[in-house]
């Protein structure tokens, strides 16, 4: 009798350091009322993708986040590494708690 294996976990969450010109946009400003001014601005996501590989379809528009797309600098791998990888519905609940903790520290935050 053939064993089952377990599934390989590929799923990631990631951070993208966002320019601050997205505090210009009144829809990011409005999501995060305990903005600290001098923190950084982030979008928070997961995917199935690498985390680089995702970070470039955002910047070529396929699947993308306009906040990414127009304001996207690089990832910020030191804030997201020790999570991945990860099955898909951790991914899925690490974005979430991500995105609300960097919130609570300040952070400007997207996340869809």
Excluded at 27 to 46: D, E, I, L, S, T
Excluded at 62 to 81: C, H, M, W
């Amino acid at each position: 009798m053939a064993s089952r294996r377990e599934p390989r976990h590929h799923h990631h969450v990631y951070v993208v350091a966002l320019s601050v010109r997205v505090l210009d946009e009144p829809r990011f400003r409005k999501a995060n009322p305990a903005y600290r001014p001098g923190m950084p601005c982030v979008y928070v996501g997961m995917t199935g993708l690498d985390p680089d590989r995702r970070f470039d379809r955002h910047k070529a528009g396929i699947k993308a986040n306009r906040f990414v797309t127009e304001y996207g600098l690089r990832l910020l791998p030191e804030l997201y590494e020790v999570y991945n990888p990860m099955p898909y519905e951790a991914a899925r609940e690490m974005e979430v708690e991500l995105a609300v903790a960097l919130r609570e520290a300040g952070y400007g935050v997207w996340q869809a």
